[in-house]
């Protein structure tokens, strides 16, 4: 039931700034990119890989550097 007081706050917040028009939406974007550059920039998927080590598509790559030995 977590999930109601977080759609309550969403559904205010929405009420509270639809006021503002398209100043509503300049201030969602900015919230989007600061949560994009800062607090998540690997993605939920990084979060998730780097808490749990899971790798469901394991191809990359590594570069190795000649001036260093293995």
């Known amino acids: 039931m977590s999930e109601i007081p977080a759609r309550g706050s969403l559904l205010k917040t929405a009420a509270v700034l ?21 607090l998540l920039p690997g993605g939920l998927w990084g979060l998730i890989r780097g808490r749990t080590e899971l790798s469901l598509f394991p191809a990359g790559y590594h570069v190795r550097r000649p001036d260093v030995a293995q």
């Open 18 to 38: 639809g006021d503002y028009g398209s100043g509503y939406l300049v201030l969602l974007g900015a919230g989007g990119i600061a949560v994009a550059l800062w």
